[in-house]
């Protein structure tokens, strides 16, 4: 069994490091392949072939697809006083917060939780300054995959997201990015009076897709909102319907970066 594990995973990296341009169906049935024969020889149990699809089902995700937008990142204010520090710490745990000066597009670096407690302890707020260590920034077009080799590169967890204009638009963490890959169970959506389901902008294809038994077309994007803004070549505004291969979705709530809320039913 030993002289097979070699042969299994050296063909499972090589092609991981094909073209992005080769085709998926070909590349998905070749790494399924792989694994199939790596479960039946005993070199990979039936989870970890699972977590192999995930990574290779999420690889060339964007950051902006799976990172904490920037409306609802959790930072702290460099020159803020012990007790408004101690109830954002207390009401909004996290294990590292953003730091900034006026607004979040002056990031001046990241504190972890431990030393917030330190200071909360010695009731020492002016010495937030002397624990930053400076920000890891990123694209949110980089990919998912090139972010986590980064993350293991730079020994970091936590990185600010910015668009081509140099703005924040958000944040992403080693958790986030383990959460994706791992996995979650398709979520239960609630439904209205008319039997629609009611979810996120965020709210990931697949899971639309297991739950309205239908096959979305695949393209550069991940969630549902990301499909529909393709599809329609702009973003939709509130209150407009599209139908797209037995879909049928509206927008309920949109800003200008994204869609935020949508409902969706099978279209018949």
Known sequence: MSEEKPSVFKAIKEIFRKSPQEEAREFTEEITEL??????KGLL?????????NILEVRNVPIREVMVPRKDIVALEVNADFEKIKETILQKPHTRYPVYEKDLDQ???ITHIKDLFRLCKNDNPSGLKELLR???IIPENLKLIDL????????EQIAL????????VGLVTLIDLFEEILGE???VFPRDQEGWYIADGLVRIDDVERILKIKLPRGPYETISGFIINQAGRIPEKGERFRFDGLHVEVL???????????FRKDI
């Open 134 to 136: 400076a920000p890891y």
């Open 253 to 263: 709530s949109a800003d200008e970066r994204r869609i935020k809320k949508i409902r």
């Open 107 to 109: 990031i001046v670096g």
């Open 185 to 187: 169970e398709t979520p």
């Open 35 to 40: 694994i199939e024969e790596g479960e039946d």
């Open 161 to 168: 997201v910015i668009d081509e204009s140099g703005v924040i």
């Open 45 to 53: 149990s039936p989870e970890e072939g699972e977590i192999i699809i």
């Open 148 to 155: 986590l080799t980064e993350f293991r590169k730079r020994r």
